[in-house]
């Protein structure tokens, strides 16, 4: 699969236009992350299975086709503590041109590196879901 984006006129799967799908029912939302050894070595595991605790799945599925995944609107998230501006750059114009979300598990922006260490995480997700993923990771 190859996945595009430009920054005004949308994103594409395989020259098929693409979305993010908000679900509202607990019951029929899916979820991806990383390992949940990376997720507890960055302090994200508690928060993720509070998340995701409801939810019909739990997958992990590391790196960006987890995120291009939720840009497809075939899961609602992706969680990954730990990224590389690399990792990212071409992630975040994918995920927001299909209509959702990239941010730090805090709501902030991805590139500011505002963890400790000065790294980058990386939560995308479709918009419906923003304020429940900040309630469980505060």
């Known amino acids: ?3 595009w984006a430009e ?3 949308g ?17 029929r939302q899916a979820i991806c992350s990383g390992s949940f050894t990376s997720l507890r070595k960055h302090g994200r595991l508690d928060g993720l299975m509070r998340l995701a605790e409801p939810m ?4 992990t599925w590391g790196d960006a086709y987890g995120h291009m995944l939720v840009a ?3 899961i609602q998230a992706m969680f990954d503590p730990i990224v590389c501006r690399w990792d990212v750059s071409a992630v975040i114009p994918i995920v927001e041109e299909a209509g959702g979300i990239c941010m ?3 709501g902030s922006p991805v ?4 963890r400790p260490d000065g790294g980058l995480e990386l ?15 505060s």
């Open 123 to 137: 939560v995308s997700l479709a918009p419906g879901l923003k304020s429940r993923v900040l309630e469980c990771f």
């Open 104 to 106: 730090g598990f805090d």
């Open 72 to 74: 497809a609107g075939n």
């Open 56 to 59: 019909m799945a739990h997958r």
């Open 7 to 9: 920054r005004g006129a």
């Open 1 to 3: 699969e190859t996945f």
């Open 11 to 27: 994103a594409f799967r395989n020259g098929q236009a693409i979305h993010v799908r908000d679900e509202s029912e607990p019951k």
């Open 111 to 114: 590139l500011d590196g505002r």
